[in-house]
T-cell receptor, first 120, second 114 residues
Framework: GAVVSQHPSRVICKSGTSVKIECRSL??????MFWYRQFPKQSLMLMAT?????????EQGVEKDKFLINHASLTLSTLTVTSAHPEDSSFYIC????????????????FGPGTRLTVL | AQKVTQAQTEISVVEKEDVTLDCVYE???????LFWYKQPPSGELVFLIR??????QNEISGRYSWNFQKSTSSFNFTITASQVVDSAVYFC???????????FGTGTRLKVLA
């Protein structure tokens, strides 16, 4: 259980275009999802917390208008990179909390496989 | 403030050697959770272990073992008889009480040479 998928796994786009990445919890409901960005040879950096039915909470330094997050259902959050530029090229990882779990697993995040974005 | 330190940036070992990856954490919370994840070249984070602050029992799973010591705020990970497939980046992470946010260490890149 607790499987998270991401689509697409890889995307290459031209500079100036927008790219949408989907994050789905396949076998559980997730009121809270998270979006991370990872540069080569670096750790994961939390970009934003996505809350179902409300606005996302962005971390300091993350441009809200650049990285649009929508969490329209309990199983789907999307990250749209608007007007992408080469510096947006990165590995984007989403995760989700299983709200149905209690005990030690309550705060645990389940991670998707990641999306590698390359902007030409 | 909460912090996770993985002082070893990169480790190289020869196959069949044992290797220990260090993780030191800082938190003022009395209840917290510690995790280890493996990130192979494919990029997907693979969950290895979760440990809560009240459970200091060491754990062994096959070739993997973990040593949790609250007295030194450490949660070290040992791979016995390493294999080439163990080559990956390993992340230690912390969640404090009352928060959903992971605090990740900077990761340790392990290279196991044949």
């Amino acid at each position: 259980g607790a499987v998270v998928s991401q689509h697409p796994s890889r995307v290459i786009c031209k500079s100036g275009t927008s790219v949408k990445i989907e994050c789905r919890s396949l076998d559980f409901q997730a009121t809270t999802m998270f979006w991370y960005r990872q540069f080569p040879k670096q750790s994961l950096m939390l970009m934003a917390t996505s809350n179902e039915g409300s606005k996302a909470t962005y971390e300091q330094g993350v441009e809200k208008d650049k990285f649009l997050i929508n969490h329209a259902s309990l199983t789907l959050s999307t990250l749209t990179v608007t007007s992408a530029h080469p510096e947006d090229s990165s590995f984007y990882i989403c995760s989700a909390r299983d709200q149905g779990r209690g005990g030690p697993s309550y705060n645990e995040q389940f991670f998707g496989p990641g999306t590698r974005l390359t902007v030409l | 403030a909460q912090k996770v330190t993985q002082a070893q940036t990169e480790i190289s070992v020869v196959e069949k050697e044992d290797v220990t990856l260090d993780c030191v954490y800082e938190t003022r919370d009395t209840t917290y959770y510690l995790f280890w994840y493996k990130q192979p070249p494919s990029g997907e984070l693979v969950f290895l272990i979760r440990r809560n602050s009240f459970d200091e029992q060491n754990e062994i799973s096959g070739r993997y073992s973990w040593n949790f010591q609250k007295s030194t705020s450490s949660f070290n990970f040992t791979i016995t008889a390493s294999q080439v497939v163990d080559s990956a980046v390993y992340f230690c992470a912390l969640i404090g009480s009352g928060t959903y946010k992971y605090i990740f260490g900077t990761g340790t890149r392990l290279k196991v040479l044949a």
